[in-house]
């Protein structure tokens, strides 16, 4: 069965419009997903929408509503936010170009992946998807997903295109609010060098294929041992084990004696999340 787009409108670049269907990049089929379970019974616990002095009540009689004061909302149908007509509702229009390395990873929100819609289109899509390539460049601009207009970069990806939504300077919390607390420390330059060094061992192409999510393997392994019957024993985790208690200078030196033979523990790798430049640094 074909996906369905997540949204189909236009990219814009002056004059220039390219129809476009976009995708979502990520896949969490493969997610375990847990049910809430009454344990007396062992029957799932299901939830009912329940109005204070009305009981339940059926969807059809439900509405948006925004709480301007305690207790009071306005009600928004639906068709009163269709009314609004943003343009980035059916297009996504690139006001400029900047090099990806400019913005800040915290920004980065979700990916999607951006094909041609019909063959109209396909050889401006390969036109614009090249210069970007050459020019090493992603497009900022706005569109309108998910019932909020969003901040968002367009970049080469293969042979199409990927659009990722970017969080707002107001959607993210102040790094100093965290940051403070932590007390200056005048690093050791014998113990930088050591680092350094550890770090260039170290170093290699990103592959994320080789990097598996062994929490997942694991809960998907205890399900299926509980539903044998079989005991469940806690392990214990291998810092625990560890029986020297060493200095950092020692740990290094002894990390680069195993001369990066060592493997260490494979987890989902995350993008680093360093403050931004203005707000969160």
């Given at each position: 069965?074909?996906?369905r787009?997540?949204?189909t409108?236009?990219?814009?670049l002056?004059l220039?419009?390219?129809?476009?269907?976009i995708f979502?990049a990520v896949?969490p089929?493969?997610d375990?997903?847990?049910?809430?379970?009454?344990?007396p019974s062992?029957?799932?616990?299901?939830?009912?929408?329940?109005v204070?002095g009305?009981?339940?009540?059926?969807n059809e009689?439900?509405?948006?509503g925004y709480e301007?004061?305690?207790?009071?909302?306005v009600?928004?149908d639906?068709?009163?936010?269709?009314k609004?007509?943003?343009?980035?509702?059916?297009s996504f229009?690139?006001?400029?170009f900047?090099?990806?390395?400019?913005?800040?990873?915290?920004?980065?929100?979700?990916?999607?992946f951006?094909?041609?819609?019909g063959?109209?289109?396909?050889?401006?899509?390969?036109v614009?998807?090249?210069?970007l390539?050459?020019t090493g460049?992603?497009?900022?601009?706005?569109?309108?997903v998910?019932g909020?207009?969003?901040l968002?970069v367009?970049?080469p990806c293969?042979?199409?295109?990927?659009?990722?939504?970017?969080?707002?300077?107001?959607?993210?919390k102040n790094?100093?609010?965290f940051?403070?607390?932590?007390?200056?420390?005048?690093?050791d330059?014998?113990?930088?060098?050591?680092?350094?060094?550890?770090?260039?061992q170290?170093?290699?192409?990103?592959?994320?294929?080789k990097?598996?999510?062994?929490?997942?393997?694991?809960?998907?392994?205890?399900?299926?041992?509980?539903m044998?019957?079989?005991?469940?024993?806690?392990?214990e985790?291998?810092?625990?084990r560890s029986?020297?208690?060493?200095?950092?200078?020692?740990a290094?030196?002894?990390?680069?004696?195993?001369g990066?033979?060592?493997?260490?523990?494979?987890r989902?790798?995350r993008?680093?999340?360093?403050?931004?430049r203005?707000r969160h640094g």
């Amino acid at each position: 069965m074909a996906a369905r787009p997540y949204w189909t409108g236009a990219i814009r670049l002056s004059l220039v419009v390219l129809p476009v269907e976009i995708f979502s990049a990520v896949d969490p089929a493969g997610d375990v997903h847990f049910h809430q379970i009454h344990k007396p019974s062992g029957k799932r616990v299901r939830y009912q929408k329940i109005v204070e002095g009305e009981g339940k009540v059926e969807n059809e009689d439900i509405a948006k509503g925004y709480e301007f004061s305690k207790g009071h909302y306005v009600v928004i149908d639906p068709e009163d936010l269709k009314k609004l007509r943003l343009e980035t509702a059916e297009s996504f229009n690139i006001v400029r170009f900047v090099d990806r390395s400019e913005i800040d990873s915290i920004y980065f929100d979700k990916p999607y992946f951006v094909v041609p819609d019909g063959e109209a289109g396909r050889e401006a899509f390969a036109v614009i998807r090249d210069a970007l390539r050459a020019t090493g460049k992603v497009g900022l601009g706005q569109v309108a997903v998910a019932g909020r207009e969003r901040l968002a970069v367009l970049q080469p990806c293969g042979k199409g295109m990927m659009l990722e939504t970017l969080r707002y300077e107001d959607d993210l919390k102040n790094a100093r609010n965290f940051f403070s607390g932590i007390k200056d420390v005048k690093a050791d330059s014998d113990q930088i060098d050591l680092a350094k060094k550890l770090i260039e061992q170290k170093t290699g192409p990103f592959e994320p294929e080789k990097f598996k999510d062994h929490y997942e393997s694991a809960v998907r392994d205890l399900i299926k041992r509980k539903m044998k019957g079989k005991k469940i024993e806690a392990k214990e985790p291998e810092l625990r084990r560890s029986a020297d208690v060493i200095d950092l200078a020692e740990a290094l030196k002894r990390s680069l004696g195993k001369g990066g033979a060592e493997k260490a523990p494979i987890r989902r790798p995350r993008a680093p999340r360093r403050a931004a430049r203005r707000r969160h640094g």
